[in-house]
C-alpha cells in the first residue's frame, strides 16, 4: 500500500510539474529587418553584431523576420538613400524553403554613406520591414 501511495505521489507531482499544451499560444513573428556582422554559428537564425553602422565594402548580413508565412517567395532587399532616392536593389534571394517567417544572407555596398534597407517579398511585392544604417 504505501509502495502504491508512493507512485501516485511521484505521478501527481511530475503532472502538476510537466508544461501543459496551450493551443490558443503560438510562436509570434513580426516584421523586423535587422542587420550584423555575423550569423551565429550555434544558431543560424540569430545575428551577430547587430547594429546600424558598418565599413564600407564589408559583408552586412541580414535577417527579415515576416509576421506572416513567406510562403517561398523571393526576398528583395531595395537599398534608398536617406533622402528617399534609389541607390540600388539587391539581386533577389531564393527562398529554400515553401514556408517559414524567417530569411538569413548577406549584401554589401562599395560607397559611404546613410542608407536605408526595405525587405521585400517579390510575390505580391509586400513591403516588411525597413532599417537605417550608415557606412563609414
Do not use: W
Amino acid at each position: 500500500m504505501k509502495k502504491i501511495f508512493f507512485l501516485l505521489l511521484i505521478t501527481l507531482a511530475v503532472v502538476s510539474c510537466s508544461k501543459k499544451s496551450d493551443s490558443t499560444t503560438s510562436t509570434q513573428y513580426s516584421n523586423k529587418l535587422a542587420l550584423g556582422t555575423g550569423i551565429n554559428p550555434g544558431n543560424l537564425f540569430e545575428l551577430t553584431g547587430v547594429g546600424t553602422t558598418f565599413p564600407v565594402s564589408s559583408l552586412i548580413y541580414f535577417r527579415l523576420e515576416s509576421a506572416d508565412d513567406m510562403g517561398g517567395s523571393k526576398i528583395r532587399i531595395q537599398i534608398d538613400n536617406q533622402d528617399g532616392t534609389p541607390y540600388t536593389t539587391v539581386p533577389d534571394y531564393d527562398n529554400s524553403q515553401s514556408y517559414g517567417h524567417i530569411f538569413l544572407s548577406g549584401f554589401s555596398l562599395p560607397d559611404k554613406g546613410n542608407y536605408k534597407a526595405t525587405g521585400i517579398l517579390v510575390t505580391g511585392l509586400k513591403t516588411v520591414a525597413s532599417v537605417n544604417f550608415v557606412l563609414n
